[in-house]
């Protein structure tokens, strides 16, 4: 009968030991990986537990990456300016950091924070602001004055003082921050934007760029609502062919001098410059609206004067 192999119980209990080791080390090694990556989220990347929902930090202009993760450390929004930093740098954007204001609505971790500044979110609504056609400069930094808090109605002035007529009226849309700059850099642009198609059609014509916006701004002014634009641009240019002062009341230059103002009086929409360039031709030399605003025609200074008594008395 064959022998049957001996166990040896102590080499069995050695080996049940080494097991529970091997199995304690790694529970022991989870777990320090756990606290470590607990550790690192925590004290680096979690929001700080002392954060203020609805937080709104500004960059300024020219702001650096360290002095913005300087100015977050500081309004609570993140813990370590290190992470942050870094997190903008592998995001790409440390070297075009947008300025405005960025609302940070709740706790967020550090690498959204940061992908935020560089994504140019700012999780803000832009704030509407609607220039009717024919304010001039005045009313339009008047209108701006009480919207942005950074604009500056001298400085706007004196920088728009040659962009009378070339400030296109419109809706537009801005950051709380946003200054005098931006409003004539986004107006100017929508201006070259919005007469592009047209700008062949005026260097075709027998009049220039300037000449156009200018008798537009006083079309823009006179006239009272799209039907009478084009025929009031055909008087009014019929008066600088016969050597006639325009005599406009938006302009009081224009009764003592001939020709156009020597620049636009506002500034003029789309449809006032189209009927600068395209005027309706007739024979009438004189226009007046009465008190309902329905304009009323003459071909001469006889026939103006009996408009006048009629329905302006």
Not at 166 to 189: A, C, I, Q, R, W
Not at 269 to 295: M, Q, R, T
Request: glycine content about 4%; aromatic content about 12%; some cysteine.
């Amino acid at each position: 009968m064959e022998n049957l192999p001996i166990t040896n119980n102590s080499d069995f209990s050695e080996k049940k030991r080494n097991q529970r080791i091997f199995f304690l080390k790694t529970i022991v090694l989870l777990v320090c990986v756990f606290i470590f990556f607990y550790a690192v989220y925590f004290f680096l990347l979690s929001a700080p537990l002392k954060f203020t929902k609805e937080t709104t930090v500004s960059v300024a202009q020219g702001e650096s990456l360290r002095g913005l993760s300087k100015d977050l450390k500081k309004s609570k929004v993140i813990r370590s300016r290190v992470a942050f930093e870094s997190f903008v740098i592998l995001l790409g954007g440390e070297k075009h950091i947008a300025l405005g204001d960025y609302l940070f609505e709740k706790k967020l971790p550090v690498y959204e924070v940061a992908r935020r500044i560089a994504q140019k979110d700012r999780r803000l609504a832009p704030i509407k602001v609607t220039i009717p056609e024919g304010y001039n400069n005045a009313q339009i930094s008047d209108v701006f004055s009480l919207k942005l808090k950074n604009f500056n109605k001298e400085k706007f002035l004196t920088k728009a003082k040659n962009q009378e007529g070339y400030l296109f009226p419109d809706t537009y849309f801005f950051f709380t921050n946003d200054t005098e700059e931006d409003v004539l850099k986004y107006m100017g642009e929508n201006f070259d934007k919005k007469i592009k198609n047209i700008l062949p059609a005026i260097e075709a014509s027998d009049r220039t760029e300037k000449e156009i916006i200018i008798m537009a701004s006083l079309i823009e002014r006179e006239a009272e609502g799209d039907n009478d634009r084009a025929i009031i641009s055909g008087i009014l240019w019929n008066r600088i062919r016969n050597n006639m002062p325009l005599q406009i009341d938006a302009v009081n230059s224009t009764y003592k001098t001939k020709g156009l103002p020597e620049s636009p009086i506002c500034n003029p929409g789309l449809e006032a410059i189209k009927a600068s360039l395209n005027p309706v031709k007739s024979s009438y030399f004189y226009y007046l609206h009465d008190k309902e605003d329905i304009i009323h025609y003459a071909n001469t200074f006889a026939e103006h004067k009996k408009n006048v008594a009629k329905y302006l008395k």
